[in-house]
């Protein structure tokens, strides 16, 4: 096949990019767009901030133009995010306890209801977990009303739009580490005790190396009974910038649950790196690490 979409749907994948409703109307842009991917992601405009401004006051309008335009294309769309501690609208980020608890859910479950039908995977929860070697939650406003709240969100995105996979993201979580540990104990214990939960996410910022068990880790989270996916893929540039993002794709490709990938913009003019992490310069030009992509989904 000749695009990353039609290359990974070969074997059932979809190969995704997030995008900004005003970047449609950039036809040079769109062109690449709508030829080389089968998936989007708002990299913002599904975003708490950007939906529910005022609280119970939601602007959809965005969102919907991506969920418009993914189908007129006969792309799926991933829903990017329900709850983060961060990108919160003002007005939550002056809550705590049981009235931001409550506006949390009421948040999942108006905007899996809005959009019900329609998402392929959503985000439900986005980096909940410390950095570092603790293997803990990460404190946040959202932690404070009670460790269960991430278990709330995902019952209450289940109950209101029971098509979507549930996913939980997060970045640092490239190999087997503390924090990749800490989430996949999560999920088994959500798995054990019957919480509604699909897929993880893995969003794989990376620098110039990958970790040797990158594979093994999607692994470990696929046995749990969970798609994976990679949710954010970006690169530094670099002499191996090609090659990191092969392998990358050729560990989705070896699990058979990872179901597909995503990168974090479509050209390097638009990333939120300054490093030139995609794979397509600024003037829309494959780069080297484009063809190893498309190669490498082929090869299967
Ligand atoms: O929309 C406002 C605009 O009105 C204002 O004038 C301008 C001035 O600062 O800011 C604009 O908001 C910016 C927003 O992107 C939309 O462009 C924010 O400042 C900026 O912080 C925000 O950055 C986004 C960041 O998430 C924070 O939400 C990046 O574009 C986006 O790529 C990034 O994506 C995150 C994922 O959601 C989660 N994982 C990590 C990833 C990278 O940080």
């Not at 767009?33 to 901030?49: C, H, Q, T």
């Not at 068990?213 to 090609?242: K, S």
Request: hydrophobic share 40%.
């Amino acid at each position: 096949a000749s695009t990353l979409g039609a290359a990974a749907a070969q074997s059932g994948r979809y190969f995704g990019a997030a995008t900004n409703s005003f970047q449609l109307s950039n036809s040079a842009y769109a062109t690449i767009l709508n030829r080389e991917f089968n998936s989007i992601v708002a990299e913002n405009e599904m975003k708490w901030y950007a939906n529910e401004p005022q609280q119970n006051s939601f602007s959809f309008s965005a969102g919907d133009r991506l969920v418009a335009h993914a189908r007129a294309n006969g792309m799926s769309v991933r829903g990017h995010t329900l709850l983060w501690h961060a990108q919160q609208p003002g007005w939550a980020q002056n809550l705590s306890g049981t009235a931001l608890r409550n506006a949390a859910i009421n948040h999942v479950t108006r905007v899996a209801t809005h959009y019900r039908g329609q998402i392929h995977s959503w985000d439900v929860v986005n980096e909940a977990f410390a950095d570092g070697g603790s293997g803990a939650r990460r404190d946040s406003n959202l932690q404070r009303t009670g460790n269960d709240w991430i278990e709330a969100a995902f019952r209450a995105a289940r109950a209101a739009d029971p098509g979507a996979k549930l996913c939980y993201n997060d970045y640092n979580t490239d190999g087997i580490n503390a924090k990749s540990t800490g989430i996949y104990n999560m999920v088994r214990d959500f798995k054990q005790r019957g919480v509604p939960i699909d897929c993880v996410g893995f969003q794989s910022h990376l620098g110039t190396t990958l970790a040797g068990d990158y594979q093994a880790n999607l692994q470990r989270f696929a046995d749990l009974g969970v798609d994976v996916q990679i949710t954010e893929l970006d690169v530094a540039q670099g002499p191996n910038q090609a090659s990191i993002y092969e392998r990358v794709t050729r560990a989705c490709l070896a699990v058979t649950r990872c179901t597909g990938i995503t990168v974090w913009g479509v050209w390097d003019a638009a990333s939120w790196r300054d490093d030139n992490p995609l794979l397509f310069d600024g003037n829309g030009n494959k780069k080297p690490a484009y063809t190893s992509v498309l190669n490498a989904l082929n090869s299967v």
